[in-house]
């Protein structure tokens, strides 16, 4: 069974960087794309980032592009969220999501295994 944790998150002015990791155990890391999403109370899971099971292609949300940075590192089982130049509307939950293969999914319902989240909130 897979199990994702996430950390990193907390609270932090805008214009401030956090970066989120999330580990990854119970499976082969390396045979998995991961996604990051994020959720705000009331709506549905947004995509946010996603990386190939080799770290090699990526993909960004319209709102993360130019500001965040996806990577991953197999050694370690982990993929992390580099977040910059935060505003006060990337406050979320976020949530790191593993798919088995290699194509990045950027769509919730294609991803079988979710952490339980971690909060960010950036202030004014």
């Known amino acids: 069974q897979v199990r994702l944790y996430e950390s990193g998150g907390g609270s932090v002015q805008a214009g401030g960087s956090l970066r989120l990791s999330c580990r990854f155990s119970g499976r082969t890391f390396s045979s998995y794309a991961m996604g990051w999403f994020r959720q705000t109370p009331g709506k549905k899971r947004e995509f946010v980032a996603g990386?190939?099971?080799?770290?090699?292609?990526?993909s960004y949300g319209d709102s993360a592009k130019g500001r965040f940075t996806i990577s991953r590192d197999n050694d370690k089982n982990t993929v992390y969220l580099q977040m910059n130049n935060l505003k006060t509307e990337d406050t979320a939950v976020y949530y790191c999501?593993?798919?088995?293969?290699?194509?990045?999914?950027?769509?919730?319902?294609?991803?079988?295994?979710w952490g339980q989240g971690t909060q960010v909130t950036v202030s004014s």
């Open positions: 990386i190939s099971v080799g770290g090699g292609p990526t």
């Open positions: 999501a593993a798919d088995f293969g290699d194509q990045i999914q950027t769509i919730e319902i294609a991803y079988e295994f």
